[in-house]
């Protein structure tokens, strides 16, 4: 069956870095856009990246753009998140997950588990 593993979050200061990793099986990952999503503490949902099947084309909220790098690997089936000069509003837990898109909005049929972002001072 389809399995995401989500590791690498952890607590970091403001302005800090971190690399979050998807472990992906059961499925031809290949062949799938991926996504990173968020939920940060007693909010909604919020799409924070998409990255197409071969790598080479990206999209970012604007709350991420230029601070987050979304890539992958397919020969290892990974995908990561490179978060730099973190703020304190990008705490939440986040999550790897299968994209879908519908011209309008992505959907998400698959999620990993989520892993906990905190940054705090």
């Known amino acids: 069956e389809v399995q995401l593993v989500d590791s690498g979050g952890g607590l970091v200061q403001p302005g800090g870095s971190l690399r979050l990793s998807c472990a992906a099986s059961g499925f031809t990952f290949g062949s799938r856009f991926m996504s990173w999503v968020r939920q940060a503490p007693g909010q909604g949902l919020e799409w924070v990246a998409t990255?197409?099947?071969?790598?080479?084309?990206?999209f970012y909220a604007d709350s991420v753009n230029g601070r987050f790098t979304i890539s992958r690997d397919n020969a290892k089936n990974t995908l990561a998140l490179q978060l730099n000069s973190l703020k304190t509003e990008d705490t939440a837990m986040y999550y790897c997950a299968i994209a879908e898109y519908g011209g309008t909005w992505y959907t998400f049929p698959y999620w990993g588990q989520g892993t906990l972002v905190t940054v705090s001072s």
């Open positions: 990255i197409n099947r071969g790598g080479g084309t990206t």
